[in-house]
Nanobody
């Protein structure tokens, strides 16, 4: 069992930046940042695979950067050029090592470890 704790959310004006952190209680192999806006489904925004590849949703590519400090067991999401439509609760999630070959949303929902979420609000 891995515990995840997000931090770094807040309120910012459009065009601003925030960096989210996700501290894990142990080593993690594959992780994803999700977000959920009010009245919308949870969506994945940035993925870090066990091989170190990064994958981004079209809506954030070029503006968000996912990274990980293995020494600190901490995942980051650097968010630049923020837009009002980025407003959401942001969650980090990790899969057990044996589940990393199938990083579907269903896999995260069924087998993943999740943080409590951190609110990001972007005003125009």
């Amino acid at each position: 069992q891995v515990q995840l704790v997000e931090s770094g959310g807040g309120s910012v004006q459009a065009g601003g930046s925030l960096r989210l952190s996700c501290a894990a209680s142990g080593y993690t192999y594959c992780m994803r940042w999700f977000r959920q806006a009010t009245g919308k489904e949870r969506e994945g925004v940035a993925t870090l695979t066990s091989s170190g590849y990064t994958i981004y949703a079209d809506s954030v590519r070029g503006r968000f950067t996912i990274s990980k400090d293995n020494a600190k067991n901490t995942l980051y999401l650097q968010m630049n050029s923020l837009k009002p439509e980025d407003t959401a609760i942001y969650y980090c999630a990790a899969l057990p090592r044996e589940r990393c070959s199938v990083m579907t949303v269903d896999s995260f929902l069924r087998f993943g470890y999740w943080g409590q979420g951190t609110q990001v609000t972007v005003s125009s």
